[in-house]
C-alpha cells in the first residue's frame, strides 16, 4: 500500500534537484503552494503542471510513481467538487429535489480540484527529492531565527521529519492487519457507514498500538545514542548555500510570480 502514498517517500539519485540546498527546495515549494492559490485560470495551472513535469524530470521521479499518489485523494477530491457544485449560487444549469447546479459552481468545483491535485503533486517531489535528514536540517535552519524567542525549532523539524518517514510505514501496517482481519472473515465493505465503522475497530486498534509501540522503540533508539534535543548539535554535512543554489531560487521565484502575475 506505501507505493499509493508518495508523500514521505523518497528515490535516492545524484539529479541536479537533489543536489539542490533542502532549504531552497522547501522555500520554492511554499512559494509554488501560495501561487497555486492564486492563479486564477486554466492556462496557469496548466503552466504550473508544466512546471510540476519539468521538476520531475530533471529529478529523475517515475511518472507513475509520482501520479499514483493522487488515488487516495479521489474521495476527498470527489466530496469537495459535489459540495462546490451544490452549494454555490450562480445561474442555474441543472436543477433536481431541493439542489442546484450553477456555471460559478462548476467552475469553484473544477478549479479547486485542479488545486488540491497540484498541491500534492508538488509536496510529493519535495520529499522525493530530499531524505528524511536533509529536511530536517534544511527545516531547522529556516526556523533557526526564530530560536531568539525560544521557538524549538529543533524539535518541531525532527518531530516533522518522523512523520513524514512514518507515513508510509504505518499504510504498509494497516494494509497488513487489513489483510489479516479479511483472512479471519472479517467484513469491511458490506453494510451501512455504521456497521463499516464498526467494522473498522479491529483494524484500529492494532495499527494505533503498534504506532506507539514504534514511538517508544524509536524513543529508546534515540536514547542510547544520547540524543539530547538540538543545543550543541553538529552536522556532518552542514548545509552550505551555493551560487547555484541561489540563481535557482532567484530564477524560480520569478518564474512563479510570472505565474500569478499574466495568470
Not at 43 to 66: E, N, S, T
Not at 172 to 179: A, K, N, P, V, W
Not at 198 to 222: C, D, Q, S, Y
Request: hydrophobic share 55%; with cysteine.
Amino acid at each position: 500500500m506505501s507505493e499509493r502514498v508518495t508523500i514521505g517517500q523518497y528515490i535516492s539519485a545524484d539529479t541536479p534537484i537533489h543536489r539542490l540546498d533542502p532549504r531552497v527546495k522547501i522555500l520554492l515549494t511554499i512559494a509554488y503552494m501560495v501561487s497555486v492559490f492564486l492563479i486564477e485560470t486554466y492556462w496557469g495551472y496548466l503552466a504550473a503542471f508544466c512546471l510540476i513535469m519539468g521538476v520531475m524530470f530533471l529529478g529523475q521521479v517515475p511518472a507513475k510513481r509520482l501520479f499514483r499518489g493522487l488515488r487516495p485523494l479521489f474521495a476527498i477530491v470527489l466530496l469537495t467538487f459535489i459540495i462546490n457544485v451544490l452549494t454555490t449560487p450562480g445561474n442555474v444549469i441543472a436543477s433536481f429535489w431541493v439542489f442546484s447546479i450553477t456555471d460559478a459552481g462548476l467552475s469553484k468545483a473544477f478549479f479547486i480540484a485542479i488545486r488540491i491535485m497540484l498541491l500534492v503533486l508538488g509536496t510529493s517531489l519535495l520529499t522525493f527529492t530530499t531524505s528524511p535528514l536533509a529536511l530536517t536540517d534544511g527545516l531547522e535552519a529556516l526556523m533557526k531565527p526564530l530560536k531568539v524567542i525560544r521557538f524549538p525549532a529543533h524539535e518541531l523539524a525532527m518531530m516533522i521529519s518522523i512523520a513524514l518517514r512514518f507515513i508510509p510505514t504505518l499504510f504498509d501496517e494497516s494494509d497488513t492487519i487489513l489483510r489479516a482481519q479479511k483472512a479471519r472473515g472479517a467484513d469491511f465493505e458490506s453494510g451501512n457507514i455504521l456497521r463499516r465503522a464498526k467494522a473498522m475497530i479491529p483494524l484500529m486498534v492494532p495499527l494505533f498500538l503498534n504506532a506507539f509501540h514504534r514511538a517508544e522503540e524509536l524513543g529508546t533508539a534515540m536514547e542510547a545514542r544520547c540524543y539530547r534535543g538540538g543545543a550543541g548539535r553538529t552536522r556532518l554535512n552542514p548545509l552550505n548555500l551555493t551560487r547555484r543554489d541561489v540563481l535557482t531560487l532567484l530564477l524560480s521565484l520569478a518564474v512563479l510570480t510570472g505565474l500569478c502575475w499574466f495568470w
